[in-house]
């Protein structure tokens, strides 16, 4: 088992050479724990950290083992905020993503949610999975039972126009009141 880290020399490591002498070397008012040789070559072992070693052994070889390519659905929502799984906040949008292993294959259109209870809401979420399972399912359930993650967005990214959020599609004439 190798020496333990001297946290002090570590420290010291961090600092550009000029400030650690500074603050070490007797003859610049340190405390003169500075030692020409020995301190040079463990600043640089500290910085570029014990890797270096590593990386000078033989490589082993390495084998790689594919993983079978399995469906799996993300949900993208957009929301005002961040949400927990089973916060009411108002999802102002989303959409589901399936994924083939590491491709994505297909995506929903994305479809405004916010004035939708919270109930439809879960159901739209249902009719998302299962309008997936139905085109690309060939039959086998796994992957579509339920969300694998969702993935928050900002009201901001909304992808729908016209959008509430965004009133693109409000056009003010200049000298007109409102109603």
Not at 4 to 28: F, I, P, Q, Y
Not at 62 to 88: F, M, S
Request: hydrophobic residues 30%.
């Amino acid at each position: 088992m190798g020496r333990r880290t001297n946290e002090k020399c570590w420290a010291c490591a961090l600092l550009t050479a000029g400030e650690a002498r500074k603050l070490h070397d007797s003859e610049l008012g340190g405390d003169g724990c500075w030692r020409e040789g020995t301190c040079r070559s463990r600043r640089s072992y500290y910085r570029k950290g014990r890797n270096r070693l590593a990386q000078r052994k033989m490589a082993i070889e390495e084998i790689t083992v594919p993983i079978p390519q399995v469906a799996y659905v993300v949900l993208h929502t957009y929301v005002d905020q961040p949400r927990e799984p089973n916060d009411e906040v108002v999802i102002h949008a989303m959409c589901a993503e399936l994924w083939i292993g590491e491709k994505p294959v297909a995506m929903t259109q994305p479809q405004h949610t916010f004035g939708l209870p919270p109930r439809l809401v879960k159901e739209y979420a249902r009719q998302l999975l299962d309008a997936l399972y139905q085109r690309y399912g060939n039959g086998r359930r796994s992957g579509f039972e339920r969300f694998a993650r969702e993935e928050q967005h900002s009201v901001s990214q909304c992808p729908i126009r016209p959008c509430s959020y965004h009133a693109e599609h409000l056009q003010f004439v200049q000298g007109e009141g409102y109603l």
